[in-house]
């Protein structure tokens, strides 16, 4: 059974840092592994989906990596603005997503 | 492409009553996906589809949970003799095919249920 882990839990930085979130899971039989965001309260909107034979992905101030065989993943995020609030879910993907319990962010100005 | 529509958004019932939320997934969307999400937590998968066929149910879908999607395109998901421990928010999703190397899920906004 697919079990996910994100660390830290919260987060609350001043704007312009540069933030690592972290993702582990168990089960390393994935395709993928997608980073979503969620507002409060909101639905999920994804930003990036990693395939299971790449290391990267990239978009705009964000970058996430993958290393399948240790089941981690890492999302960055450069210059953190007040508009990055939100919480932040990773998901592997085998034939459904199996998601962590996220991490919060707040950034203030 | 309206994006995944879910129906209501905010749902309020006293304990003991039926439920029964709707969603519409992306036009030609194949599978869909339900999931529920406490406050606080990431989202748990309840149930899939692979067009009019349910492909596989999470243990957490107790017999008073049914999914349906008749025709392969909408799907309903109905909670009976609801309890408090039900109050949660029900998201659906959809996927063009299975998901793959690179196929993306998308939500809708959900359904916000409060049992009273």
């Known amino acids: 059974k697919q079990e996910v882990t994100q660390i830290p839990a919260a987060l609350s930085v001043p704007e312009g840092e540069n933030l690592v979130l972290n993702c582990s899971f168990t089960d390393s039989a994935i395709y993928n592994l997608q980073w979503f965001r969620q507002d409060p309260g909101k639905g999920l909107t994804s930003l990036l989906l990693i395939q299971s034979s790449q290391r990267e992905q990239t978009s705009g101030r964000l970058n996430a990596s993958l290393d399948k065989s240790s089941g981690r993943s890492t999302l960055y995020i450069a210059a953190s603005q007040p508009g990055d609030s939100a919480t932040y879910l990773c998901a592997p993907v085998t034939d459904k997503l199996i998601f962590g319990t996220g991490t919060r962010l707040q950034v203030f100005p | 492409d309206t994006g995944v529509s879910q129906d209501p958004r905010h749902k309020i019932t006293k304990r003991g009553q039926n439920v029964t939320f709707r969603c519409d997934p992306i036009s030609e969307h194949n599978r869909l996906y339900w999931y529920r999400q406490t406050l606080g937590q990431g989202p748990e998968f309840l149930t899939y589809?692979?067009?009019?066929?349910?492909?596989?149910k999470s243990r957490l879908l107790s017999d008073r949970f049914s999914a349906e999607r008749p025709k392969g395109s909408f799907s309903t998901l109905e909670i009976q003799r609801t309890e408090q421990g039900d109050s949660a928010m029900y998201l659906c999703a959809s996927s063009l095919g299975a998901l793959g190397t690179n196929e993306k899920l998308f939500f809708g906004s959900g359904t916000q249920l409060s049992v009273l």
């Open positions: 589809f692979q067009n009019e066929a349910q492909l596989e």
